[in-house]
């Protein structure tokens, strides 16, 4: 039983007494090859040594005489002179508080000259190149840009770059290698061939990577093999697509001295924007901010795309700059500028006379009329788009940009009860859009309720006002009896009714919610509410406009303690309304009641 604890005391013991340890062992780091006359430089990895008991400190032993060491840059410097040549063999000591360990390398003094650079990787990364396979070179203005020349390759692909032999070129032997920029080997999902000169590998899946994701790496050339003469930079960057901006975003035309609401929502909002090579969808965009702050009669709201504003008069002819950042669905994002021209706009009116629909719910709306003469449109290079409020908008109507004509059928089962549209123009010659905004108001759909509520026994708001009134003085009058009870025959729960005739605040906490539905105060919602119509009862449906009205099954309550053999009515009426499934129905019960309570009152 204690063995393995004693094992674990030892182990942990061991663990700690060595807390400095040796990760890439200096030798596999490709060490720079001194030559003759020449200035040397070279440090070695900064994590070459892992501590876990803070600062390491670094000596050296063996240097000659030329060479001198900087513990704090890690860095090894001087200028051989002829009779240096050679290999010195050198020992670094990594210590730290509580233990030390050594790696030793062996440098390359040589008079011979360095290979020299003859195709840089930059012209070695284009598409056409037969030696690249399953990669992308980067587009220009990608927001994958790195500073070194790159390649993007998707999650899941197997690739192959191969480098040009004539890279570099020297009279001696020539050998290559890929390193990480941190002096660290490959990482396992790739590996360099150092006679064919190719990187190979299978990009891990991006649940495992996730994308984007940079890799820098070198490729490092040298006259001697398992040294360093030159080196390259370039990154290989995993990720599914690529977001790229050869264009800024379109010019927003928009006319002075006019307030406007404009959907940013149309592909051609962001025309010059590609997502391989293909104009970006508005549904990848999945967020979107443009800083207004510089203009205080402009506003942004990055939920809904809305960019509105009134603009003063005396901004005519002028030019804003807005800092624009966007964010796509593959986690690429870059920051722009959008500019906003205060400019005649190709349409008359930002905004349209609202229309209202008729009861055939047909659409049929043409924006002809509406195209002003101002902008240079007769030469055919402005292009028509609409962008709905919501897709289901965009099910029913349909937008023709050739005759500029919208129609189409609303559904009578259709939610909402006004469509906003978005028309765009977009001229790729001058690269602006314009934009103006129509709002079609559906017919009211309560013709259809009204016929399902056509039970006699519909309330106006203020029947029912007067109703609860009228129960309110006949409970009051109950009340009273009660308390004439409670005084003679000290039945402490009349007193409670007592209250509820007072119909104070404290006695309607005392009621319960199936109370207060009764007596048609406080929730109505979940009460009466629902049968009655809409109108009458001035409630909104919780379950969204068009959703079916539902009565919620009401629990008889126990009246029985009222000691006055006045039982609630609910037992025998609370079931019909429900069980004969007309909502409609279960009004009556409620004047029925009234008359019924008056019965009993008389019998009492
Ligand atoms: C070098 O960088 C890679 C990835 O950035 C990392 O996994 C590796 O541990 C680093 N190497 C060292 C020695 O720190
Ligand atoms: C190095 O410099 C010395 C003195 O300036 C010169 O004699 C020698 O030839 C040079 N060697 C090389 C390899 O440049
Ligand atoms: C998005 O990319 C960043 C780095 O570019 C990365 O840190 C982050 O984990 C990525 N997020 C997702 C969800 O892939
Ligand atoms: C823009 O939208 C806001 C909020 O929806 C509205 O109050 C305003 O009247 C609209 N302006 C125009 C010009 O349509
Ligand atoms: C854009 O969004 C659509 C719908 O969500 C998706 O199917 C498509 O793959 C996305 N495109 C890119 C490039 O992410
Ligand atoms: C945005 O505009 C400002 C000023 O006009 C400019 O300095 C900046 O470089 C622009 N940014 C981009 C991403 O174009
Ligand atoms: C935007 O305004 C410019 C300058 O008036 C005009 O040339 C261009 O056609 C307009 N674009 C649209 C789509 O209205
Ligand atoms: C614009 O020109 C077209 C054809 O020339 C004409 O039918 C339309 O009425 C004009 N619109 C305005 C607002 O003047
Ligand atoms: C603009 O679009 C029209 C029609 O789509 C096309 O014929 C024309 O070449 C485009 N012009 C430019 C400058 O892209
Ligand atoms: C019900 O209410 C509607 C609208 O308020 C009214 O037109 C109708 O005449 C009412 N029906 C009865 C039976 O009172």
């Not at 020349?149 to 197997?158: N, Q, V």
């Not at 909502?583 to 019998?603: D, H, V, W």
Request: charged share 15%; proline share 9%; hydrophobic share 35%.
């Amino acid at each position: 039983m204690l063995l393995p604890f004693f094992y674990a005391v030892v182990l942990a013991w061991t663990v700690s007494s060595s807390t400095v340890s040796l990760m890439t062992p200096i030798d596999e780091q490709l060490p720079s090859i001194a030559r003759v006359n020449e200035s040397f430089s070279w440090s070695f990895s900064p994590s070459t040594f892992r501590s876990s008991a803070g600062e390491i400190s670094y000596s050296v032993s063996s240097l000659p005489p030329w060479l001198s060491f900087d513990p704090s840059t890690k860095t090894f410097h001087g200028t051989p002179a002829a009779k240096d040549e050679g290999n010195p063999v050198i020992t670094v000591t990594a210590q730290d508080s509580t233990s030390s360990v050594s790696s030793q390398f062996t440098l390359c003094v040589t008079p011979y000259p360095p290979p020299t650079l003859h195709i840089p990787l930059a012209a070695q990364f284009y598409a056409a190149n037969p030696s690249l396979s399953s990669v992308f070179p980067l587009s220009p203005h990608s927001a994958l840009t790195t500073p070194d020349p790159a390649l993007r390759i998707p999650p899941r692909w197997s690739f192959s770059i191969g480098f040009q032999p004539d890279t570099f070129t020297t009279e001696h032997s020539l050998f290559y290698d890929v390193l990480q920029a941190n002096g660290s080997g490959l990482p396992e999902w790739m590996e360099f061939n150092s006679r064919s000169l190719t990187l190979n590998g299978v990009v891990p899946d991006d649940r495992i990577l996730q994308s984007p994701y940079a890799i820098a790496l070198v490729l490092h050339a040298s006259d001697q093999e398992g040294y360093t003469a030159d080196t390259l930079p370039f990154d290989i960057i995993t990720a599914a697509h690529e977001l790229c901006q050869p264009e800024p975003l379109p010019t927003i035309n928009i006319t002075d001295a006019t307030p406007f609401n404009i959907s940013l929502s149309s592909p051609d909002d962001f025309a010059g924007i590609l997502v391989d090579g293909k104009g970006i969808e508005p549904v990848n965009i999945t967020s979107l901010s443009i800083d207004t702050l510089s203009l205080d009669w402009l506003k942004f709201d990055s939920a809904s795309r809305m960019l509105s504003g009134d603009p003063p008069s005396d901004t005519q002819g002028q030019r804003f700059f807005l800092p624009v950042t966007l964010g796509t669905s593959f986690n690429q994002s870059f920051q722009t500028n959008v500019s906003l021209a205060m400019v005649p706009s190709y349409f008359c009116n930002p905004t349209l006379p609202p229309i209202v629909i008729g009861d055939d719910r047909i659409v049929d709306f043409n924006l002809i009329q509406d195209f002003s003469n101002a902008t240079s449109d007769q030469t055919g290079d402005v292009k028509l788009s609409a962008a709905f409020d919501s897709p289901a908008s965009g099910d029913c109507l349909a937008f023709n940009p050739a005759t500029a004509q919208l129609s189409g059928t609303v559904p009578e089962d259709f939610s909402a009860s006004r469509i906003d549209i978005t028309f765009t123009a977009y001229s790729n010659k001058t690269h602006s859009t314009s934009h103006t905004f129509l709002s079609l108001t559906l017919p009211s759909t309560s013709k259809s309720k009204k016929k399902a509520f056509s039970h006699p026994s519909n309330l106006s708001a203020a029947a029912h006002r007067k109703l609860v009134l009228a129960l309110g003085i006949v409970f009051g009058a109950i009340g009273g009896v009660c308390a004439l009870g409670v005084f003679f025959s000290a039945f402490r729960r009349c007193a409670k009714v007592d209250d509820t005739a007072k119909a104070d605040e404290e006695g309607r906490n005392a009621w319960s919610d199936s109370d207060k539905k009764w007596y048609g105060v406080g929730d109505e919602e979940k009460g009466y509410g629902f049968s009655m119509p809409r109108a009458a009862m001035d409630i909104q449906n919780p379950f969204g406009a068009g959703a079916e009205l539902v009565t919620p099954v009401r629990p008889t309550p126990d009246y029985g303690a009222l000691g006055l053999g006045l039982r609630r009515v609910a037992e025998r009426s609370g079931s019909d309304p429900i069980s004969n499934g007309s909502p409609g129905s279960s009004q009556s019960p409620r004047l029925m009641r009234k008359g019924e309570f008056m019965t009993r009152i008389r019998q009492t």
